[in-house]
């Protein structure tokens, strides 16, 4: 399984990006997926996920009402819509997915076994 994650850079505080992460080598409706980032001297948190039904949405509260998490199983693509972005937001964000994971552990960044390599969000204040 790859994950390509793209779509960071640099924005403006208020300002909005959209990430996508697209999946090859397993059919992206079958399992979840969800998005975490890291800034510099942190640790990785949870951003925003499908569970591995696909039927609910998970958020972080940090992003919760800012956020907002789909996909698109024809392309075999999750995005993460970021609206209202802050200068707290400014991280490198991962695309994960995972067949095996469970609801409660979809926060915790050791429960999910593929990863995407990255991209960078920076938001000036």
């Known amino acids: 399984v790859q994950l390509q994650a793209s779509g960071g850079g640099l924005v403006q505080a208020g300002g909005s990006l959209r990430l996508s992460c697209a999946v090859s080598?397993?059919?992206?409706?079958?399992?979840?997926v969800g998005w975490f980032r890291q800034a510099p001297g942190k640790e990785r948190e949870f951003v925003a996920a499908?569970?591995?039904?696909?039927?609910?949405?998970y958020y972080a509260d940090s992003v919760k009402g800012r956020f907002t998490i789909s996909r698109d199983n024809a392309k075999n693509t999750a995005y993460l819509q970021m609206n209202s972005l802050r200068p707290e937001d400014t991280a490198v964000y991962y695309c994960?997915?995972?067949?095996?994971?469970?609801?409660?552990?979809?926060?915790?960044?050791?429960?999910?076994?593929?990863w995407g390599q990255g991209t960078q969000v920076t938001v000036s204040s």
């Open positions: 080598g397993r059919t992206l409706s079958r399992g979840a």
């Open positions: 994960a997915a995972s067949t095996s994971i469970i609801t409660s552990s979809l926060r915790d960044p050791r429960y999910w076994n593929n």
């Open positions: 499908f569970g591995r039904t696909g039927s609910n949405e």
